[in-house]
């Protein structure tokens, strides 16, 4: 089993900013990639980022290209997402994945470990 932890999460203004951190333990061998995903009230689950566990690969939704920056490090097994430029339609859950699968993927079901999630809330 691999166990993911979220944290980070908070409310903040529009135009601010929050790092999400998401801490990896367990079997992690065989693992590719991690991805964050999030999921507003009443919407699907949608993708946001990924990054391969080697951190040489990332991929990012186009409604967050050039505002969010995945990161990884290895030493301390934890992806980061780094949030810039926070809009109110960022506001929902965000979910830690990690998953076996290649290519690098955009899709849940590609994801076989999940997180509890963080809020993260940006008032107008």
């Known amino acids: 089993q691999v166990q993911l932890v979220e944290s980070g999460g908070g409310l903040v203004q529009a135009g601010g900013s929050l790092r999400l951190s998401c801490a990896t333990s367990g079997r992690t061998i065989g693992i590719y990639a991690v991805g964050w995903f999030r999921q507003a009230p009443g919407k699907e689950r949608e993708f946001v980022a990924a990054?391969?566990?080697?951190?040489?690969?990332?991929k990012y939704h186009d409604t967050v290209k050039g505002r969010f920056t995945i990161s990884r490090d290895n030493a301390k097994n934890t992806v980061y997402l780094q949030m810039n430029s926070l809009k109110p339609e960022d506001t929902a859950v965000y979910y830690c994945?990690?998953?076996?699968?290649?290519?690098?993927?955009?899709?849940?079901?590609?994801?076989?470990?999940w997180g509890q999630g963080t809020q993260v809330t940006v008032s107008s």
């Open positions: 994945a990690a998953g076996r699968n290649w290519p690098l993927s955009g899709n849940d079901y590609d994801y076989n470990y």
């Open positions: 990054v391969t566990w080697s951190g040489s690969i990332t």
